[in-house]
């Protein structure tokens, strides 16, 4: 079973950056899709990114142009940069990998915090 290990979150001031990384304990190029959602207090769970065995990507209208999400299957990693992070952003974000007939998996979530 591969597990999902996000890293990176913190403590960032508005306007900042800030970069998140997922790391997998197995092969991510078998998923179909891979994304990064995020959960606000009292809010929730909502789709961030979102990115394809070939590469196709997707993001909500809201987020375009502030984040950018990758990943290298030869590494087992994806990533999320950051920008521009505003207090609407501080959120529990969360790792995330679909493959069709297969459970989907989470990662423990990595806290960001946009504040002054």
């Known amino acids: 079973q591969v597990q999902l290990v996000e890293s990176g979150g913190g403590l960032v001031q508005p306007e900042g950056s800030l970069r998140l990384s997922c790391a997998a304990s197995g092969d991510i190029f078998r998923f179909n899709l891979m994304g990064w959602y995020r959960q606000a207090p009292g809010k929730e769970r909502e789709l961030v990114a979102r990115?394809?065995?070939?590469?196709?990507?997707n993001y909500p209208d809201s987020l375009k142009g502030r984040f950018t999400i990758s990943r290298d299957n030869a590494k087992n990693t994806m990533s999320l940069q950051m920008k521009s992070l505003k207090p609407e952003d501080t959120a529990v974000y969360y790792c995330?990998?679909?493959?069709?007939?297969?459970?989907?998996?989470w990662g423990q979530g990595t806290l960001v915090t946009v504040s002054s």
């Open positions: 995330n990998a679909f493959r069709p007939g297969y459970r989907e998996l």
């Open positions: 990115i394809s065995s070939g590469g196709s990507i």
